[in-house]
DNA sequence: CTCATAATGGCACTCCAGTTTCGTTAATCA
DNA sequence: TGATTAACGAAACTGGAGTGCCATTATGAG
């Protein structure tokens, strides 16, 4: 007897089904690199993936869906962070990392689709954030050892610092032509340790900058 | 004899023509708003403006096109900047009026659509670019001005620090489900003015943060 | 290994976004 | 004011995105 409220790829994940997965995802990643979020078919990715397109409507069903997932995805492959002793040094270090991931064509577009994407549908911009969250969680730490040193005020949101990192690179990204180049990494870097010394980031205060 | 270059819209633009081009731009703002960048069509488009739909194809045949020429419109638009006397004060205001604009349910929606959708052309792409030049080149006097007053180290980059004022917030937007409020907004605007003091936005240096 | 059935994939079908055609309306110029 | 023709709009048309059906494949349990 049929289970009717089960999605399909849920009762039987392993062999075929994980495998349709993969190559969907990677095919979803290279066309959402190729030709942007708009412009892009479904029909296209199953073409890519060698599978047919019937799989693909029925498990993902929409585009904005299947972004979805692909966030997932590029959510479990974490990129290990790296250490200096300085706040200054590991946030260059992530500055660095984002800027290199933005500025590379592949990953920038993808990056820019999967952004415009949350932005169409809910799920999706859970997903997204979900990614964020994870990613900034991984290298909230390096703000708390700062703290911990004495070299940024207690109290300090450790979170927000590391926003205040990726948010004028990304925001480059989408609203200006100028490159993303190491200076503007080093830049977002220097910018957000200068605050956070100066407390602009401390919790549930004002601030006094 | 009829010009095979010229494009609809161009030889006889008064009268009905700019009527047409006002209604189908408030409409597109209008669904942008609602329905989000994908999931819109041109046909709702022209329902919603009164207009027959094959004159939006016409004139401008893919959402991203008409998207760009009612960025073009916006950025006609322009809003009264106001000063305080303080750098932290006019940021302040900066920061306040994005942050409003952003929290608003229609203008933030129109926003997220509208960068949606310049991610996926470059003519769009290239009058969002014009759009945010356009507001930053009209909030930089307050800058320099806090250069002449001697609280922010001469040869730095005013557009710069307009852009870093705005950058968190609309990344917060668009990576955060955190809401955006007055905090957020004055956060911005002191994270702005401590790394502008501190020399971060210093033209063609590295800093000394 | 064998069985029950989850999941896939090909094919035919539907439906609507986008196009073409052509007659009507009205902007511009003399 | 009238002539010219740019621009609009209704209707008919078309291609392909998305769906339903069913035979085939192969997963996972016993």
């Not at 933005?102 to 993808?110: E, K």
């Not at 809910?122 to 040193?149: G, M, N, S």
């Not at 180049?181 to 830049?187: N, S, V």
């Amino acid at each position: 007897m049929r289970i009717e409220g089960a999605d399909p790829g849920t009762v039987r994940p392993g062999g075929r089904t994980a495998r349709v997965r993969a190559s969907v995802l990677q095919a979803a990643g290279d066309a959402l690199a190729e030709h942007g979020f708009a412009g892009l078919d479904l029909a296209d990715i199953a073409r890519r993936a060698e599978v047919g397109k019937t799989t693909v409507y029925r498990r993902w069903g929409t585009v904005t869906i299947l972004v979805a997932d692909l966030l997932t995805d590029m959510a479990e492959q974490s990129l290990p962070r790296t250490e200096t002793g300085s706040l200054l040094g590991d946030l260059k270090a992530n500055a660095r990392l984002v800027q290199r991931t933005l500025a590379d064509p592949r990953q920038g577009a993808l990056f820019k689709a999967v952004i415009a994407a949350a932005t169409c549908e809910a799920k999706t911009a859970e997903a997204l954030h979900r990614f964020y969250d994870i990613r900034v969680k991984e290298w909230a730490p390096c703000v708390q050892q700062a703290i911990d040193r004495g070299e940024v005020p207690e109290g300090t949101d450790v979170h927000e610092v590391i926003r205040a990192v990726s948010a004028p690179l990304y925001y480059r990204l989408l609203t200006s032509s100028g490159g993303l180049d190491e200076a503007a990494a080093d830049q977002a870097a220097e910018a957000a340790v200068a605050a956070a010394r100066a407390g602009a980031y401390l919790r549930g205060d004002e601030g006094h900058a």
